[in-house]
C-alpha cells in the first residue's frame, strides 16, 4: 500500500505534536514514558525551589518538582512533586526544603520517611512540610541579635565620645595636658629616686649582708628557744595547772554552798552572830579581869579582906 502524500504529512504533523508535548512535559519535569507517582506538600515559603529541584531519600535521588503554584486566598505554596521509586514512603513522612552542595546551588526536597507509619502515600497524598536552614541563613539569625547588641553599643559609645567632647573643653584640656605633663614629671621624680635607692643598696651591700646574717642567727635562737619550750613540758605543766584551778573551783563552790567551817562563817548568819557575840564577852571579861584582878586570884599577904566586886559601868554583856 502506498502512502499518499497527505497520509505522510498527517504522521509526520502528529509526530511532531508528540515530540512537541513530549519535550514540554519533560522541561516541565514529568516523564511521560515512565510510572511515577505525585505527591504534594505546602509550604509558607519555599526560600528559593524551583521546578525541576531534585527530590532525594537519604542522598539518593528518587524525583524532581514538577510544579509550584500559590494559593491567591491563603498565601500558602503548593509543590508537586514526581516520585519514582519503590521505597514505601508513609503518608507522615516529611518533605523537607534544604541547600544543596556548593556545586549544585539552590534549594532541594529530601523525603524523611517514618518508619513507625504502616500506611503509604498514594498519588495525590500530602506530606508535612519542613525547612532546614543552611549555613548563611542559620549564620544570619545568629548574627541578627548580635548586630543589634553591636548596633545599640556603638550607639552607647558614640553618646560617650559627645559627652566626653562636652565635659573636655579648651580649659579641661589643659588642665589634662598639666596633668600628664605633672605626672612625667614625678615619674622622672621617681626614675630619679630608684636609682639613688639602687646606689645606696650597692653602697650598704655588706651591712645588708650583715643585717640578714644576724636576722638568721636570730631566727635560729628563736627556733632553739622554741625546742627548749617544748622540751620543758608545758603540756605536762599546764594538766597541773588545770586540775590546781580544778580544786579551786570546788574550794570556792563548797564556800559557795556553805560547807565547810569557813563555808558556814560566809554563808550562816547564826554562826557569824555566836562568834561575834562570843568574841565579845571574851573582850568583857579580859576586861573584867584587869579591873579586878582580885576577883579571880585571892592573894592576901596581912589577912586583908577583899573589896566587893563592883560590875562595870559599861555591861555590853546585858546591852
Known sequence: MKLTREIKT????????ALFIWGYSFLKGKDLFTDYKTLYVKYKNVEGLV???????????VGKVTDIKLDNKTAMITVEMQINTDFPISKT???EIYAGSLLTGGKQLAILPNPSDPTPAVDGDFLVSSSKL????????QLEPLKDKIT??????????ENVNDILNKKSKDDLRNSLATLSATMNEFHK???????IMDDNKNKIGGIVTDFKKVSSDFTNISDDLNKAKLGETAENLKVTLANVDKILADLQSGKGTLGKLIKDESFYNNLSRTSRELELLLQDLRLNPTRYVNVSLFGKKNKPYVAPVNDTVKK
Open 193 to 199: 629616686a630608684s636609682q639613688s635607692l639602687n646606689g
Open 134 to 141: 543552611d549555613l548563611t541563613d542559620a549564620l544570619a539569625g
Open 10 to 17: 498527517a504522521i509526520l504533523v502528529i509526530a511532531a505534536i
Open 51 to 61: 521546578i525541576g529541584a531534585p527530590i532525594t531519600i537519604n542522598g539518593l535521588s
Open 93 to 95: 513522612s516529611v518533605a
Open 152 to 161: 545599640k553599643l556603638l550607639d552607647n559609645a558614640n553618646l560617650m565620645l
